[in-house]
């Protein structure tokens, strides 16, 4: 089974409609990321968490909303989804060791289209 | 501003050809870290090296090889005698300036290795 899991893996959707992406990882690591991926733009960081109690907002938070509900489950929505949302979207852990700095373990990625 | 710049937005060599991808980074930061993530066609990012700014020595590791350069603001990957499983898209990355887990991704360059 993979480290980082994510689901749905494919999803298509209907404007307006509310997504949800769900990640779970095993690594027990604190940190946990969201990055969507468009061609030709490559990775863009949407939310962080460092811990259950911390939230922050990334490079494109606008239009999404995330829910740390423990350890090792990060959520991803999109209240009311709209087709430039159209993307692969990636969670993403690393450790808070500083020997691994910046190594980031990503899920299979997550497939949205909307329509 | 932070930016990584990956101008080669595909690349095609055939099997054997030694192939270097380009990776261009702006950052006032002193310390730092770059990245190569390797993207296959399954879709999972694989973390491939990580490079202090402190650390200007080339790495190497079989048939991979890095060249860091602070002159230039470069940090060139090379394949040596490609194969086709070396086929994927592959990041630069660079870390964030208040945290290095937080990564800013270049556009990707995409490589095919064609038998």
């Known amino acids: 089974d993979a480290d980082v899991t994510q689901t749905p893996r494919n999803r298509i959707t209907k404007t307006g409609k509310r997504i949800m992406l769900e990640c779970s990882q095993t690594?027990?690591?604190?940190?946990m990321y969201w990055y969507r991926q468009d061609p030709g733009l490559g990775l863009r960081l949407i939310y962080y968490?460092?811990?259950?109690?911390?939230?922050n907002k990334g490079e494109i938070s606008d239009g999404y909303s995330v829910s740390r509900q423990a350890q090792a489950k990060f959520s991803l929505s999109l209240e009311s989804a709209i087709p430039n949302q159209t993307a692969l979207y990636f969670c993403?852990?690393?450790?808070?060791?500083?020997?691994?700095?910046?190594?980031?373990?990503f899920g299979e990625g997550s497939r949205l289209t909307v329509l | 501003a932070q930016k990584v710049t990956q101008a080669q937005t595909e690349i095609s060599v055939v099997e054997k050809e030694d192939v270097t991808l380009d990776c261009v980074y702006e950052?006032?930061?002193?310390?730092?870290?770059l990245f190569w993530y390797k993207q296959p066609p399954s879709g999972e990012l694989v973390f491939l090296i990580r490079?202090?700014?402190?650390?200007?020595q080339n790495e190497i590791s079989g048939r991979y090889s890095w060249n860091f350069q602070k002159s230039t603001s470069s940090f060139n990957f090379t394949i040596t005698a490609s194969q086709v499983v070396d086929s994927a898209v592959y990041f630069c990355a660079l870390s964030d300036t208040y945290n290095t887990d937080k990564l800013i991704f270049g556009t990707g360059t995409r490589l095919q290795v064609f038998p």
């Open positions: 690594k027990g690591h604190d940190r």
């Open positions: 490079r202090n700014s402190f650390d200007e």
């Open positions: 950052t006032r930061d002193t310390t730092y870290y």
């Open positions: 968490s460092f811990d259950v109690k911390d939230i």
């Open positions: 993403a852990t690393s450790d808070t060791d500083g020997k691994n700095t910046g190594e980031l373990f």
